[in-house]
T-cell receptor, first 113, second 112 residues
Framework: NAGVTQTPKFRVLKTGQSMTLLCAQD?????MYWYRQDPGMGLRLIHY???????AKGEVPDGYNVSRLKKQNFLLGLESAAPSQTSVYFCASLRGLARETQYFGPGTRLLVL | KQEVTQIPAALSVPEGENLVLNCSFT??????LQWFRQDPGKGLTSLLLIQSSQREQTSGRLNASLDKSSGRSTLYIAASQPGDSATYLC???????????FGKGTTLSVSS
């Protein structure tokens, strides 16, 4: 049982390049989330999904797109990376009940030059 | 809009000291409140989850309390150890019950 895994662990992009971050969970969780963490800002929710085939916007969705084609995977896409998207990205999953805790992945460090 | 504030932002204590971390939130209509630990360069690890109907939870040397009416929670760490050094994050489940809203954290340093 690997829990929540994220790919890649670290990436450097040039402004305007695109990339996709992959989050995978093997706990059969319904809910999945993407957060970004910046110094002095804490963790902020980008997008989330309450089930396969669904997505919803969080607090800071601009510049990102997501897809949840399979229940176990949640993809975060950057179509045209900007330096402001330099951050640490965390994925999390939740079984589906607000009474339970979220499980977090180890994070992806992204540097946009 | 729910906002979560943590005070202090940083705290340094000698080993063995008991300490309290504070968390406040603006909207008392929460599903639950959670405390997480984050080590440098790592992900988040859940420490304690307090349901909205509960007043406290304990795990080992950690005790978290919740006062919904005043919008406050505290994390009490007894007999601190250097291994407790980390950033502690408080988070509440949003009104829709679908996502966490985080405070900015308290960075704790315990010296031996």
């Amino acid at each position: 049982n690997a829990g929540v895994t994220q790919t890649p662990k670290f990436r450097v992009l040039k402004t305007g390049q695109s990339m996709t971050l992959l989050c995978a969970q093997d706990m059969n969780h319904e809910y999945m989330y993407w957060y970004r963490q910046d110094p002095g800002m804490g963790l902020r929710l980008i997008h989330y999904s309450v089930g396969e085939g669904t997505t919803a916007k969080g607090e800071v969705p601009d510049g990102y797109n997501v897809s949840r084609l399979k229940k176990q995977n949640f993809l975060l896409g950057l179509e045209s990376a900007a330096p402001s998207q330099t951050s640490v990205y965390f994925c999390a999953s939740l079984r589906g009940l607000a009474r339970e805790t979220q499980y977090f992945g180890p994070g992806t460090r992204l540097l946009v030059l | 809009k729910q906002e979560v504030t943590q005070i202090p932002a940083a705290l340094s204590v000698p080993e063995g000291e008991n300490l309290v971390l504070n968390c406040s939130f603006t909207d008392s209509a929460i599903y639950n409140l959670q405390w997480f630990r984050q080590d440098p360069g790592k992900g988040l690890t859940s420490l304690l989850l307090i349901q909205s109907s509960q007043r406290e939870q304990t795990s080992g040397r950690l005790n978290a309390s919740l006062d919904k009416s005043s919008g406050r929670s505290t994390l009490y760490i007894a007999a601190s150890q250097p291994g407790d050094s980390a950033t502690y994050l408080c988070a509440v489940v949003n009104q829709a019950g679908t996502a966490l809203i985080f405070g900015k954290g308290t960075t704790l340093s315990v010296s031996s």
